[in-house]
């Protein structure tokens, strides 16, 4: 009965289902570890925050590059301050206010983008406090350029002395030195400055992009249940059809043929429908006795005129012509 499943068709139909679900359930899994990895990291950032001011700093050189394991983390590094530029329309408590950004000149190296804090109200360059002189070592949370998709970014369209995108690409074009690609926000402000908190890193924590990973996940394990399902249905009535032929229930047909064709006993229309019997009689004669044909010179549908009166029809020419019957 399941000699079907070797069939070409068949073969077409395990195939797919035997490929496309394991593809559905590794898809599910995968995007399940992304949204467990994203769990993670939210839970580290969080421990990371909540233990800022006893962590241990680093020297910034072992935590470049910047990555999404190494954000966060305090920095530590020394130099002089050079360039100071303001980043404004940066939001803090509910209050619109701006940057002080200052770069760090390492010694020999890219200089460092420093914010020492925010102040609130509109960008100001004489509200912003000038750096310390001489040399100085600054400790920090490590964090990610940024880009046009961060939070407050504005690019372009702003006057001298401020920028509207804190990372490497934004500010070659408007400092002479070559900058590190990340920046440091100072753990505690100085000068009237609040200290700036650390920004999360992108593509980490519980955000929209982490529910949307677990949304993915319910979807493909729902596709691997609807390929099952399918094939187990198709399968279920091969096996019925199967069933019916080997019992001879074999549906008859009923196609346009069949439906235009005429029933037994119905003739044409003006014309009855002749017995069975009659039919059958009809069908001996003809087969012993040859059809009789009208005259070549009388049509068939005209009516036979009646013999003038006097002339003997039931005679072979016996009699006179005229006498009486």
């Keep these: 009965m399941y000699r079907f499943l070797l069939t070409p068709r068949w073969w077409g139909i395990n195939v797919f289902a035997a490929l496309a679900i394991p593809f559905c359930l590794f898809m599910g899994s995968w995007q399940l570890g992304r949204f467990e990895a994203r769990a ?6 969080q421990q990371s925050a909540e233990s800022t001011t006893r962590q241990t700093a680093e020297p910034l050189a072992e935590l470049l590059p910047v990555t999404q394991r190494t954000t966060g983390r305090i920095a530590e590094a020394t130099g002089t301050y050079g360039t100071q530029l303001l980043v404004p329309e940066r939001r803090l408590d509910g209050r619109d206010g701006f940057y002080v950004l200052t770069l760090l000149r390492t010694g020999g190296g ?12 509109d960008a100001d360059t004489a509200e912003a406090p000038a750096p310390p002189k001489g040399e100085v070592t600054v400790v920090g949370a490590l964090q990610a350029p940024e880009n046009r998709r961060s939070e407050g970014a504005r690019a372009g369209g702003l006057p001298e002395g401020q920028i509207g995108i804190i990372s490497a690409a934004a500010l070659v074009n408007v400092v002479p030195d070559d900058v590190h690609n ?19 890193a992108q593509n980490t924590g519980l955000d929209l992009k982490a529910f949307q990973n677990l949304g993915y996940t319910g979807e493909w394990f729902v596709f691997a249940g609807f390929v099952l399902f399918m094939w187990f249905r198709l399968f279920r009535r091969e096996v019925e059809t199967q069933r019916d032929l080997a019992l001879g229930l074999v549906p008859a047909a009923a196609g346009p043929a069949t439906a235009l064709a005429p029933s037994a006993g119905t003739a044409p229309t003006g014309e009855a429908a002749p017995s069975a019997g009659t039919a059958g009689a009809a069908g001996a004669a003809g087969a012993e006795e040859p059809t009789e044909t009208a005259a070549p010179d009388t049509p068939a549908d005209e009516p036979a005129l009646p013999p003038p009166a006097g002339t ?4 072979s020419g016996g009699g006179r012509p005229g006498a009486e019957a």
């Excluded at 993670?40 to 950032?45: G, L, N, V």
């Excluded at 890219?110 to 109200?121: C, D, E």
């Excluded at 990340?182 to 999360?200: N, Q, Y």
């Design 40 to 45: 993670d990291s939210h839970r580290e950032q």
């Design 110 to 121: 890219p200089a460092l983008p420093v914010v020492r804090g925010w102040l609130p109200g």
């Design 182 to 200: 990340a920046w440091i926000t100072l753990t505690e402000g100085s000068d009237g400055l609040r200290p700036v908190p650390p920004a999360v």
């Design 312 to 315: 003997a029809t039931g005679r």
